[in-house]
């Protein structure tokens, strides 16, 4: 441990120390002094002591129990049974809390000179972007539109070789690029999240009876119920056919595996690879790997939070964490030792912050150590 990473560690006992009323008089003197050393320090301070932000972390804590005093701290709630112990319940989850974030949150107010992170740069997170690809190759950048609601018609007619008409139904390709996200509106109100390197064909409208898309990469479905037109989530692995619901569809071609995760409502999963059917009810994923495709529960939050603010995983390699981190930060990222690839890591990172920040906390839980040239990150 560096001496730098000792020093936030102290800050940190001080705190706690604080917020559980055994800091001593020289510890607070100390505290204080730390606090009015400069801006950044004091605006950390005063944020640990919001119960908003103590609240959330505290959510986040709960579904995942990344470290092991949460045990501690349910077994405390568990035994509270009057109303006099709440407020030594919520200095403890602050306690808590403060251990868990603290350090990552540090490095993001504080401006550190570590050198195991090279700053020669500063890597932004993705932003709202998206290319729409009208039905005639038409480009254009809808960046800067929050949602996008189609409200052209969607189907043309024509005369075939026998002078038949021929009615076709007309598309657009929503585009998003590494470093992107976007949230798309459909004509019939259901709404989407896409995730980077991701993108979907709709008709211009649905048609009386018929609500279907292509798509691949990452999605967010918050479809509206309509019982006389099924949706159907088309993929180049198999279709998900659903009357009203939220669900995940991730099929990235570069990844070993995609998967569906339900999170409200049914739909039915269909396996083109081998004709399999499978119902998923809440919390059930599908999950296709190679030519095998399992349902298993899951909790939804790991494979949903990513259209928020978070990154969530739950002891997922090191090569798995990487990608997506790639494709958010549009970065080129480079393992001089393939052992790393096979490192676990389980926590949350967070999704707009800073490349910077987000190595540091990885690299704080794991041996994984990063460096930084111009637009590459070499993993040792």
């Known amino acids: 441990m560096t001496e730098q990473d000792k020093h936030i560690t102290h800050i940190a006992d001080l705190i706690i ?21 400069t801006p950044e320090h004091l605006r950390l301070y005063n944020l640990y002591q919001s119960p908003d932000f103590i609240a959330r972390k505290f959510e986040f804590i709960k579904e995942y129990s ?28 602050a306690a808590v809390v403060l251990l868990f974030v603290l350090s990552g949150s540090f490095y993001f107010f504080h401006d550190t000179k570590d050198e195991s992170i090279a700053f020669v740069q500063k890597i932004q997170p993705g932003s709202c972007k998206a290319i729409l690809t009208e039905p005639d190759g038409t480009k254009i950048d809808i960046s800067d539109t929050t949602f996008l609601a189609f409200v052209q018609k969607s189907v043309m007619s024509r005369k075939n070789e026998e002078e038949k008409e021929v009615v076709e139904t007309l598309y657009h390709t929503i585009t998003i690029p590494r470093g992107g996200e976007y949230d798309l509106l459909l004509s019939d109100g259901s709404r989407l999240r896409m995730n980077s390197e991701s993108e979907i064909r709709v008709p211009v409208t649905f048609e009386k009876g018929q609500r279907e898309v292509f798509m691949k990469g990452e999605i ?26 939220s669900f995940n569809v991730s099929i990235y071609e570069d990844e070993g595996s995609c998967h569906a995760t339900l999170v409200e409502g049914r739909v039915e999963v269909n396996d083109k690879v081998n004709g399999e059917k499978v119902v998923l009810t809440p919390g059930k994923q599908a999950l296709l790997q190679g030519k095998e495709m399992t349902v298993r529960e899951v909790n939804t939050k790991l494979y949903t ?36 690839k096979q490192k676990r890591f389980t926590g949350s990172l967070p999704k707009y912050a800073d490349i910077c920040q987000v190595l540091k906390m990885i690299e704080m839980t794991t041996d994984v150590k990063f460096e930084i040239k111009e637009n590459t990150i070499i993993i040792r």
């Open 17 to 37: 120390a604080e917020l559980t009323g055994k800091i001593d008089d020289a510890g607070r003197n100390e505290l204080e002094n730390w606090k009015h050393e």
């Open 66 to 93: 990344a470290i092991e005093a949460y045990q501690e701290f349910t077994g405390r709630v568990k035994q509270a049974k009057h109303r006099k112990r709440t407020l030594a319940l919520y200095r403890y989850v």
């Open 220 to 245: 967010y479905f918050d479809i509206v119920r309509d019982s006389l037109a099924p949706f159907v989530v088309h993929t180049h692995q198999g279709d998900i056919r659903v009357l009203g619901t």
């Open 305 to 340: 939070l990513w259209r928020l603010d978070r990154f969530t995983f739950a002891s997922e390699d090191m090569e798995g964490v990487i990608r997506k981190l790639s494709r958010w930060y549009n970065v080129e990222f480079f393992f001089s030792n393939p052992s790393m």
